[in-house]
T-cell receptor, first 115, second 115 residues
Framework: GDSVTQMEGPVTLSEEAFLTINCTYT??????LFWYVQYPGEGLQLLLK?????DKGSNKGFEATYRKETTSFHLEKGSVQVSDSAVYFCALSFPFSGSARQLTFGSGTQLTVLP | DTGVSQDPRHKITKRGQNVTFRCDPISEHNRLYWYRQTLGQGPEFLTY????????KSRLLSDRFSAERPKGSFSTLEIQRTEQGDSAMYLC?????????????FGQGTRLTVV
């Protein structure tokens, strides 16, 4: 079945460091790809998305590029801030097949940014 | 509209008791999802409603679980004869449509602890 594999955490960085969180997927077909973020005490929020190969999603300084050849969607940020400390989830869905089109999530990566 | 609302936020129950959770989606959203998230894992899909119709259920949804969305607005998730393995965060999400750009909005979840 479909699955998402994320880089295991936790990840601890100093402020202004470069961030990469790896995400690869296994799926039959061409899913839409997402990064969700969960700040402490809050619900999951969509961070960015990409719906087809070579698309780049970006938001709040974060970027991820849909790489069909490597089935990857790695999350990057050039300079992290303390406020980026959260759990990051990579996810996929198939918007054009089936009725539910539910999200399949990775296990999450805890990021802590130190001042 | 303040987003997806879930009630209660926390529930502690004794093994064998029944529990019911409520989800109020964003008002114009016709799609509603329930997910379960255990510690250190990403959310896993449980079930999906389009308006009042429950159109898909995961294998995770045993016969002790039942979900309803009687008027196509709020939804309830009931767990009968709770077991310790039911301890988890139960998340509700809602969305419009189901195309590749559709964003699912999540509630803050109900954390269930079965003792």
């Amino acid at each position: 079945g479909d699955s998402v594999t994320q880089m295991e955490g936790p990840v601890t960085l100093s402020e202004e460091a470069f961030l990469t969180i790896n995400c690869t997927y296994t799926a039959t077909g061409y899913p839409s790809l997402f990064w969700y973020v969960q700040y402490p005490g809050e619900g999951l929020q969509l961070l960015l998305k990409a719906t087809k190969a070579d698309d780049k999603g970006s938001n709040k300084g974060f970027e991820a590029t849909y790489r069909k050849e490597t089935t990857s969607f790695h999350l990057e940020k050039g300079s992290v801030q303390v406020s980026d400390s959260a759990v990051y989830f990579c996810a996929l869905s198939f918007p054009f097949s089936g009725s539910a089109r539910q999200l399949t999530f990775g296990s999450g990566t805890q990021l802590t940014v130190l001042p | 509209d303040t987003g997806v609302s879930q009630d209660p936020r926390h529930k502690i129950t004794k093994r064998g008791q029944n529990v019911t959770f409520r989800c109020d989606p964003i008002s114009e959203h016709n799609r509603l999802y329930w997910y379960r998230q255990t510690l250190g894992q990403g959310p896993e899909f449980l079930t999906y409603f389009q308006n009042e119709a429950q159109l898909e259920k995961s294998r995770l949804l045993s016969d002790r679980f039942s979900a309803e969305r009687p008027k196509g607005s709020f939804s309830t998730l009931e767990i009968q004869r709770t077991e310790q393995g039911d301890s988890a965060m139960y998340l509700c999400a809602s969305s419009t449509g189901g195309g590749p750009d559709t964003e699912a909005f999540f509630g803050q979840g109900t954390r269930l602890t079965v003792v």
